[in-house]
């Protein structure tokens, strides 16, 4: 018998690090809120093409991302399509941890993991609730959007003004905001630029050439430390290091690859280079760090550098031979600590406390 309820998070542990920090995040407030979860990685239950999808990810995006275009481009198109092929792949797999875990809830962060969820639930008659947690911050690809499921969290009102545009139910769309990890240290004081700035970059683009350029101009500047975080890209992680060890980069440049202790980077940096992934720049506003958007992963991120245009968050400069001129500009003027400042009184939530809340109110 059980003795807690108990909610069941799908999410993805390899296609890019928002989707598991942001179950991590909603597993947090879950388990305060006195829940026992469990997170699912759904790909593995696809079998051997699953763990190529997820595996392939990393590769696509950085060496062939015109493939991955094409394949987002047809997902976009043909959602109903793509959901259905998950559907079939893995429905077998996945009732039985069903079954197994009998959950109360059943929480997808993860957007291929939504219709094929919903159809699931119906067809073999489980009663379960189903919530999505959009993790997109500005456009969402139309994989995400699930009428059938019994509430769809997104993270700003934009988007929910889209999502009733699009015939949702106004009552099964809630603004939440984005989940962001506890561990993130908030401030109520705008940092201050002393001696150095000290700029964190992290996967500035899917470009591997982009990057070594980026890397380069940005340690031109003077009264700088710079941090290079390579995250999963193993290839991005190697070439700067020889680069380094070959004296092509500075010595004083701080270069790693994967780091679980994000939120003590964030806390120690005054400006964050990244491509627009919305984890990582909604942690960073929420630590009170300036963001340059450097890229984007092309079709899935397109509009996410609105986000922190339009608040005064920081700036978008994907062109490595601007970026010394920009950043010299905003760190010698007064953008920088404008962009410190607007951080602090707007104040990025929570949402994964938000979206506790809710499932304590509606999940006895």
Same mark, same amino acid.
């Given at each position: 018998?059980?003795?807690?309820? #108990?909610v069941l998070?799908?999410?993805? *542990?390899?296609?890019?690090?928002?989707?598991k920090?942001?179950?991590?995040a909603?597993?947090?407030?879950?388990?305060d809120?006195?829940?026992d979860?469990?997170? !699912?990685?759904?790909f593995?239950?696809?079998?051997? *093409?699953? #763990?190529?999808?997820?595996n392939?990810?990393?590769?696509l995006? @950085?060496? @062939?991302?015109l493939v991955?275009y094409?394949c987002? %481009?047809?997902?976009?198109?043909?959602?109903? !399509?793509v959901?259905?092929?998950m559907?079939?792949?893995?429905?077998?797999? !996945?009732l039985k941890?069903? #079954?197994? +875990?009998?959950?109360?809830l059943?929480?997808?962060v993860?957007?291929?993991?939504?219709?094929?969820?919903?159809?699931?639930? #119906?067809?073999?008659?489980?009663?379960?609730?189903?919530y /999505?947690?959009?993790? =997109?911050?500005? =456009?969402?690809p139309?994989?995400?959007r699930d %009428?059938?499921?019994d509430?769809?969290?997104?993270?700003t009102?934009t *988007?929910r003004e889209?999502?009733?545009?699009?015939?949702?139910?106004?009552?099964?769309?809630?603004?939440?905001?984005?989940?962001?990890?506890?561990?993130?240290v908030?401030?109520?004081?705008?940092?201050?630029?002393?001696?150095r /700035?000290?700029?964190l970059m992290?996967?500035?683009?899917?470009d591997l050439?982009?990057?070594?350029?980026?890397?380069?101009?940005?340690?031109r500047?003077?009264?700088v430390?710079v941090?290079?975080?390579?995250?999963?890209?193993?290839r &991005?992680?190697?070439t700067?290091?020889?680069l380094?060890?070959?004296g092509?980069?500075?010595?004083?440049?701080?270069i790693?690859d994967?780091?679980?202790?994000?939120?003590?980077?964030?806390?120690?940096?005054?400006?964050?280079?990244?491509?627009?992934?919305p984890? /990582?720049?909604?942690?960073?506003?929420?630590?009170?760090?300036?963001?340059?958007? @450097?890229?984007? *992963?092309?079709?899935?991120?397109?509009?996410? +550098?609105?986000?922190?245009?339009?608040n005064?968050?920081?700036?978008?400069c994907?062109?490595? =031979?601007?970026i010394?001129?920009?950043?010299?500009?905003?760190?010698?003027?007064?953008? &920088?600590q @404008?962009? !410190?400042?607007?951080?602090?009184?707007h104040?990025v939530?929570?949402?994964?406390?938000?979206?506790? =809340?809710?499932?304590?109110?509606?999940?006895?």
């Amino acid at each position: 018998m059980k003795n807690m309820k #108990r909610v069941l998070i799908l999410t993805s *542990i390899k296609t890019g690090s928002g989707h598991k920090s942001s179950a991590n995040a909603i597993e947090k407030k879950l388990r305060d809120a006195g829940y026992d979860c469990k997170q !699912l990685d759904v790909f593995p239950l696809m079998g051997g *093409i699953g #763990r190529v999808m997820e595996n392939s990810y990393i590769l696509l995006t @950085t060496r @062939t991302p015109l493939v991955y275009y094409v394949c987002e %481009r047809f997902s976009e198109y043909f959602p109903d !399509l793509v959901h259905m092929s998950m559907y079939l792949r893995i429905r077998k797999a !996945l009732l039985k941890q069903i #079954r197994e +875990y009998e959950p109360d809830l059943i929480i997808s962060v993860q957007c291929m993991f939504t219709k094929a969820i919903s159809h699931m639930l #119906r067809r073999y008659q489980l009663d379960i609730p189903f919530y /999505v947690g959009v993790i =997109d911050l500005v =456009d969402p690809p139309s994989v995400w959007r699930d %009428r059938n499921a019994d509430m769809s969290f997104v993270p700003t009102d934009t *988007i929910r003004e889209k999502y009733l545009k699009k015939g949702f139910d106004e009552n099964k769309v809630l603004t939440s905001g984005f989940p962001v990890r506890d561990d993130i240290v908030v401030r109520n004081k705008a940092k201050q630029i002393r001696n150095r /700035v000290h700029i964190l970059m992290v996967n500035p683009s899917t470009d591997l050439k982009k990057n070594i350029r980026f890397a380069k101009e940005v340690c031109r500047l003077d009264k700088v430390s710079v941090y290079f975080i390579c995250g999963l890209d193993q290839r &991005l992680y190697k070439t700067l290091t020889q680069l380094k060890a070959d004296g092509k980069l500075p010595e004083e440049m701080k270069i790693y690859d994967f780091v679980d202790n994000m939120n003590e980077f964030l806390a120690n940096s005054h400006i964050i280079m990244t491509k627009a992934g919305p984890n /990582v720049i909604t942690e960073a506003v929420r630590s009170d760090t300036a963001v340059v958007i @450097t890229g984007h *992963i092309k079709g899935q991120e397109n509009h996410n +550098y609105e986000f922190i245009v339009n608040n005064g968050y920081g700036f978008k400069c994907e062109d490595p =031979d601007k970026i010394y001129e920009k950043l010299y500009e905003f760190i010698n003027g007064d953008g &920088l600590q @404008t962009c !410190l400042e607007n951080s602090i009184e707007h104040r990025v939530d929570n949402g994964a406390e938000f979206i506790a =809340d809710y499932v304590k109110k509606h999940i006895i």
